[in-house]
């Protein structure tokens, strides 16, 4: 079956501007999480989706957003991006978010310059 | 708030070799214990998870232990092989707000030399 897709692979950002990634998880699968892996801090939490409710958050500044759709797709956006938002930006989805079955995505590389 | 240390940072060994991996977290009320490999530019896959209530779990070559009371947890590789060159990365689950949610260590770093 078709892992979790996350596109695109690479962008790259001037400061300032905002930036849309897309996540489309294992077909079933409703819950889809955020990470953010950057050298310094590792894998960060994000947010969680299940069944288009988010149902927890990281601690992370009001720029950084998501949604996710009918039909389980999610995205997240950076609003006026800054340096240090450089970072793998990683989707995982689980069939419920129960804490376990997770399958991640290889991410989208996000450089801001 | 749940801290989860990896140690050592990065590790290199012989092929052949048996190796233990580490990791350690601050709060014991986590509902499960996973590791997880990442290669370079990759995502994360899934190697074994250790539910709350075992001590224990293995997978061909790979064996982890879990001492919930302590907060630590081992990984260990039997008979280590190239292909096991990789970031090795613990995470703890646990529920808040509703959800479970996973909290990594910054991973140990495995090269294995043929």
New interface residues.
């Given amino acids: 079956k078709a892992g979790?897709t996350q596109t695109p692979r690479y962008l790259i950002k001037t400061r300032g501007q905002q930036v849309t990634l897309s996540c489309s998880p294992i077909s079933g699968h409703r819950s889809v999480?955020w990470?953010q892996q950057t050298p310094g801090?590792?894998?960060?939490?994000l947010f969680?989706y299940?069944s288009e409710t988010q149902?927890?958050?990281?601690n992370f500044p009001g720029r950084f957003s998501g949604r996710q759709f009918s039909n389980s797709r999610s995205e997240m956006n950076v609003s006026t991006l800054e340096l240090g938002d450089s970072a793998l930006y990683?989707c995982?989805s689980s069939l419920e978010?129960?804490?376990?079955g997770?399958?991640?995505?290889?991410?989208t590389?996000l450089t801001v310059v | 708030k749940q801290e989860v240390t990896q140690i050592p940072a990065a590790l290199s060994v012989p092929e052949g070799e048996n190796l233990v991996l580490n990791c350690s977290f601050t709060d014991s009320a986590i509902?499960?214990l996973?590791w997880?490999r990442q290669d370079p530019?990759?995502?994360?896959?899934?190697l074994l998870?250790i539910q709350s209530s075992q001590r224990e779990q293995t997978s061909g070559r790979l064996n982890a232990s879990l001492d919930k009371s302590s907060g630590r947890s081992t990984l260990y590789i039997a008979a280590s092989q190239p292909g096991d060159s990789a970031t090795y990365?613990c995470?703890v689950?646990?529920?808040?707000?509703?959800?479970?949610?996973?909290?990594?260590?910054?991973?140990t770093k495995l090269s294995v030399i043929p």
Wanted: hydrophobic fraction near 35%; proline fraction near 0%; charged fraction near 15%.
């Fill in positions: 979790v999480s990470y801090q590792g894998l960060q939490f969680e299940f149902r927890n958050k990281g990683l995982a978010a129960r804490g376990v997770y399958t991640f995505g290889s991410g590389r | 509902y499960n996973q997880f530019g990759k995502g994360l896959t899934s998870l990365l995470a689950a646990y529920s808040g707000a509703g959800s479970y949610q996973l909290t990594f260590g910054k991973g």
